[in-house]
């Protein structure tokens, strides 16, 4: 929606200004050049983009709405018509616009989630009693092959979402022996393999993998899960009284994640990522230093020295990497 | 911050139609910015082990905490102490998170001793303004510079509170819908004069101030909003501006403002108000996000719309009508901005 170019170029001329290096008259005229401004195309794309995407939204979040009302008028075969029919033509208009087009993808949207309130409404209308866990399954389950032609980023987290949300009420409502450890274990295991998908098809070249948003969440997800597991590791566990092959698993991870980090180091060089594995490690360690007794003094010059050498490596960093 | 290769063609081209610019090629290390990510470590490390530090302090109990007197003192002493390290010293992220923790830990000192000494609320409050403004004119600390100014209106509106002046949080909501237009609408003459230093950490802070003091006013159905604001003047308010707006844009885009499109686009803003009276939020939202992305301002432009997000469902939510209605309202909607998108479409030759 906004180049972003031009939206740095724009900014850095506001910066001469600031510093007196340009004068108004030279400011104005500068980003005349550039075309600043958003052009009377741009401003419609945008309404025309945030009128189908809000109008698409309202529709979703109406139905919702309706079928949570449990309208006691309608019979179980109108409610299911209803949703079938809409289902069947938000897919049609998919099939028909082509679902990388933009209202492609709104109707793509529209129909992955009409999946899930039909799903809903079958557990409302057969009192199935299943777990709410197989209903987010059966949901990931069935719109697999939309979300792997859909060649759209936010669907494909909306997809990644919905199997984490999937996997960790299956842990919580199946797993008699729940443990923390396993549970953090399981999703590092599904977002590195998304991940690592990702990474292979950037290399590859493929043409809708593009910007560095989507590694950057889930890699901020992958170190949050780190980071509880290992807490959950370092303050509950205690040796020989517990699984110590899942707590062995879980460090092993943990040098794997080491490895990520290395390699977005090494090659792919994004500050943002490396900024995420450093703080892991500071929380971590920190926190292991806490489970060991330290004071309070102590914890803030750890916490001061790890802060500042992390934030002045990263620094170093991308200078150098700037300077490349 | 190098500056781009784009900056320097543009530039260039300045350079050849006789403006004065200076020579960007000497000029490489211009502004330097840093990742975020860098600046939230340092940050949020600086602040923990502020804390952390002041907690070790607090349980030596030391005797001068007990002290009005020196409380004040320590309080200020912090505050010049912060400025003259932050103003001084060669700008780095360390120094300057910790100066701000330093800054912000002698405020809350500083309003604890002076609140003792005086034992009025309104002094303290009126001081507390005044050190803000201080603050922002003296503290080279765009962190600081965006706090004060939501610390600048939540004094006010306790302020307003305490002193139970009806309708008063009308008079504020007024000056800073003035203000945000006025600052929105002329980035370039504010970026070229003095205000160039201030300009986008007081921009940001009073745009998130704005949204934060509607949701409190109107987004909750508290005794508060009813006795210090007015709804509908509330909305009146952002309603001119939006307008103001507008025709300041159809002139720039050389859209007749007497023609069918501008009146159109005029009288949709009207009854857009009119129908959101009771929840000004949702079309200050709108106005915010238009205004950012006029001036492709990323940030405020994913704020305003997560605000636009959150005042719409409670709009929903504060609707006194069954489920059943609120999705038909919904779906309704939902079709409307179909159709408006279809028809936009449509008729993309006669705007352009």
Same mark, same amino acid.
């Given at each position: 929606?906004?180049?972003?170019?031009?939206?740095?170029?724009?900014?850095?001329?506001?910066?001469?200004?600031?510093?007196?290096?340009?004068?108004?008259?030279?400011?104005?005229?500068?980003?005349?050049?550039?075309?600043?401004?958003?052009?009377?195309?741009?401003?419609?794309?945008?309404?025309?983009?945030?009128?189908?995407?809000?109008?698409?939204?309202?529709?979703?979040?109406?139905?919702?709405?309706?079928?949570?009302?449990?309208?006691?008028?309608?019979?179980?075969?109108?409610?299911?018509?209803?949703?079938?029919?809409?289902?069947?033509?938000?897919?049609?208009?998919?099939?028909?616009?082509?679902?990388?087009?933009?209202?492609?993808?709104?109707?793509?949207?529209?129909?992955?989630?009409?999946?899930?309130?039909?799903?809903?409404?079958?557990?409302?209308?057969?009192?199935?009693?299943?777990?709410?866990?197989?209903?987010?399954?059966?949901?990931?389950?069935?719109?697999?092959?939309?979300?792997?032609?859909?060649?759209?980023?936010?669907?494909?987290?909306?997809?990644?979402?919905?199997?984490?949300?999937?996997?960790?009420?299956?842990?919580?409502?199946?797993?008699?022996?729940?443990?923390f450890i396993?549970?953090f274990q399981?999703l590092i295991?599904?977002?590195?393999?998304?991940?690592?998908?990702?990474?292979?098809?950037?290399?590859?070249?493929?043409?809708?993998?593009?910007?560095?948003?989507?590694?950057?969440?889930?890699t901020a997800w992958i170190y949050l899960c780190f980071s509880l597991g290992m807490i959950n590791l370092i303050g509950e566990y205690?040796?020989?009284?517990?699984?110590?092959?899942?707590a062995l698993l879980l460090l092993l991870m943990f040098v794997t994640g080491l490895g990520i980090t290395?390699?977005?180091?090494?090659?792919?060089?994004?500050?943002?990522i490396l900024g995420f594995a450093l703080l892991s490690f500071i929380i971590i360690f920190t926190f292991l230093m806490v489970k060991l007794g330290a004071?309070?003094?102590f914890l803030?010059?750890i916490v001061?020295v790890q802060g500042?050498s992390a934030?002045?490596?990263?620094?170093?960093?991308?200078?150098?990497?700037?300077?490349? | 911050?190098?500056?781009?290769?784009?900056?320097?063609?543009?530039?260039?081209?300045?350079?050849?139609?006789?403006?004065?610019?200076?020579?960007?090629?000497?000029?490489?290390?211009?502004?330097?910015?840093?990742?975020?990510?860098?600046?939230?470590l340092?940050?949020l490390a600086?602040?923990l082990?502020?804390?952390?530090?002041?907690?070790?302090?607090?349980?030596?109990?030391?005797?001068?905490?007990?002290?009005?007197?020196?409380?004040?003192?320590?309080?200020?002493?912090?505050?010049?102490?912060?400025?003259?390290?932050?103003?001084?010293?060669?700008?780095?992220?360390?120094?300057?998170?910790?100066?701000?923790?330093?800054?912000?830990?002698?405020?809350?000192?500083?309003?604890?001793?002076?609140?003792?000494?005086?034992?009025?609320?309104?002094?303290?409050?009126?001081?507390?303004?005044?050190?803000?403004?201080?603050?922002?004119?003296?503290?080279?600390?765009?962190?600081?510079?965006?706090?004060?100014?939501?610390?600048?209106?939540?004094?006010?509106?306790?302020?307003?509170?305490?002193?139970?002046?009806?309708?008063?949080?009308?008079?504020?909501?007024?000056?800073?819908?003035?203000?945000?237009?006025?600052?929105?609408?002329?980035?370039?003459?504010?970026?070229?004069?003095?205000?160039?230093?201030?300009?986008?950490? #007081?921009?940001?802070?009073?745009?998130? $101030?704005?949204? +934060?003091?509607? %949701? *409190? =006013?109107?987004? !909750?159905? &508290?005794?508060?909003?009813?006795?210090?604001?007015?709804?509908?003047?509330?909305?009146?308010?952002?309603?001119?501006?939006?307008?103001?707006?507008?025709?300041?844009?159809?002139?720039?885009?050389?859209?007749?403002?007497?023609?069918?499109?501008?009146?159109?686009?005029?009288?949709?803003?009207?009854?857009?108000?009119?129908?959101?009276?009771?929840?000004?939020?949702?079309?200050?939202?709108?106005?915010?996000?238009?205004?950012?992305?006029?001036?492709?301002?990323?940030?405020?432009?994913?704020?305003?719309?997560?605000?636009?997000?959150?005042?719409?469902?409670?709009?929903?939510?504060?609707?006194?009508?069954?489920?059943? #209605?609120?999705?038909?309202?919904?779906? $309704?909607?939902? +079709?409307?901005? %179909? *159709? =408006?998108?279809? !028809?936009? &479409?449509?008729?993309?030759?006669?705007?352009?």
């Amino acid at each position: 929606m906004i180049d972003m170019k031009v939206s740095k170029t724009g900014h850095e001329l506001f910066e001469l200004a600031k510093e007196k290096k340009i004068d108004k008259l030279g400011l104005s005229r500068g980003l005349e050049l550039m075309r600043f401004y958003p052009s009377k195309s741009e401003w419609k794309k945008m309404i025309s983009t945030l009128l189908l995407f809000g109008g698409v939204a309202f529709l979703i979040t109406g139905t919702i709405f309706f079928f949570a009302y449990n309208w006691q008028e309608l019979t179980k075969y109108t409610k299911f018509l209803l949703i079938e029919v809409a289902l069947i033509l938000s897919t049609v208009v998919v099939l028909w616009k082509n679902p990388v087009s933009i209202i492609g993808k709104a109707c793509l949207i529209t129909s992955i989630m009409l999946v899930g309130v039909m799903l809903a409404v079958f557990g409302q209308v057969y009192q199935t009693g299943a777990d709410s866990y197989a209903l987010f399954v059966s949901w990931a389950f069935l719109i697999s092959g939309w979300v792997f032609v859909s060649e759209f980023l936010p669907i494909w987290m909306g997809y990644i979402a919905l199997i984490n949300l999937a996997s960790s009420l299956y842990w919580n409502q199946m797993m008699s022996d729940f443990s923390f450890i396993k549970f953090f274990q399981i999703l590092i295991l599904i977002n590195i393999f998304f991940l690592v998908l990702f990474e292979v098809l950037k290399i590859k070249g493929t043409h809708w993998i593009n910007g560095r948003w989507f590694p950057r969440v889930l890699t901020a997800w992958i170190y949050l899960c780190f980071s509880l597991g290992m807490i959950n590791l370092i303050g509950e566990y205690e040796f020989f009284r517990d699984n110590d092959l899942a707590a062995l698993l879980l460090l092993l991870m943990f040098v794997t994640g080491l490895g990520i980090t290395f390699y977005y180091y090494q090659h792919i060089k994004d500050i943002t990522i490396l900024g995420f594995a450093l703080l892991s490690f500071i929380i971590i360690f920190t926190f292991l230093m806490v489970k060991l007794g330290a004071g309070l003094l102590f914890l803030a010059l750890i916490v001061l020295v790890q802060g500042g050498s992390a934030g002045w490596w990263l620094n170093k960093l991308n200078a150098e990497w700037r300077r490349d | 911050m190098r500056a781009s290769k784009e900056t320097i063609e543009v530039l260039q081209q300045l350079k050849d139609e006789n403006y004065e610019v200076v020579n960007m090629e000497s000029e490489e290390s211009l502004g330097e910015s840093t990742p975020w990510i860098i600046n939230g470590l340092v940050g949020l490390a600086a602040w923990l082990s502020a804390i952390l530090g002041l907690f070790f302090v607090f349980l030596q109990r030391f005797n001068f905490f007990e002290n009005k007197f020196i409380l004040t003192i320590l309080g200020f002493s912090f505050i010049v102490g912060a400025m003259f390290v932050m103003n001084s010293l060669k700008k780095s992220i360390f120094v300057s998170q910790i100066t701000l923790a330093f800054c912000i830990l002698g405020e809350i000192f500083a309003m604890i001793g002076i609140g003792q000494i005086s034992e009025s609320v309104s002094i303290t409050i009126g001081l507390n303004v005044l050190i803000q403004i201080f603050i922002i004119y003296n503290f080279k600390s765009s962190i600081h510079r965006l706090l004060s100014v939501p610390a600048i209106i939540a004094s006010l509106l306790i302020l307003v509170g305490y002193l139970e002046i009806p309708f008063l949080g009308n008079i504020i909501l007024l000056f800073m819908v003035v203000l945000l237009g006025y600052l929105w609408l002329n980035k370039e003459m504010c970026m070229s004069s003095f205000l160039g230093n201030f300009y986008n950490p #007081i921009i940001h802070g009073l745009t998130i $101030s704005f949204i +934060v003091l509607l %949701l *409190i =006013a109107f987004g !909750t159905n &508290s005794s508060f909003s009813s006795e210090y604001f007015i709804v509908w003047l509330a909305t009146l308010y952002i309603v001119s501006l939006m307008i103001y707006y507008e025709i300041r844009l159809m002139k720039a885009h050389h859209i007749e403002i007497l023609s069918w499109v501008g009146i159109f686009i005029m009288i949709l803003t009207v009854l857009f108000g009119v129908v959101t009276l009771q929840s000004p939020g949702i079309l200050a939202a709108i106005l915010i996000f238009t205004l950012s992305f006029n001036q492709r301002n990323t940030f405020i432009m994913v704020v305003s719309f997560i605000a636009l997000i959150l005042y719409s469902i409670l709009y929903y939510y504060n609707m006194e009508v069954t489920l059943l #209605i609120k999705s038909i309202i919904l779906m $309704s909607c939902g +079709v409307f901005f %179909l *159709i =408006a998108k279809f !028809t936009l &479409s449509r008729m993309g030759g006669e705007i352009n």
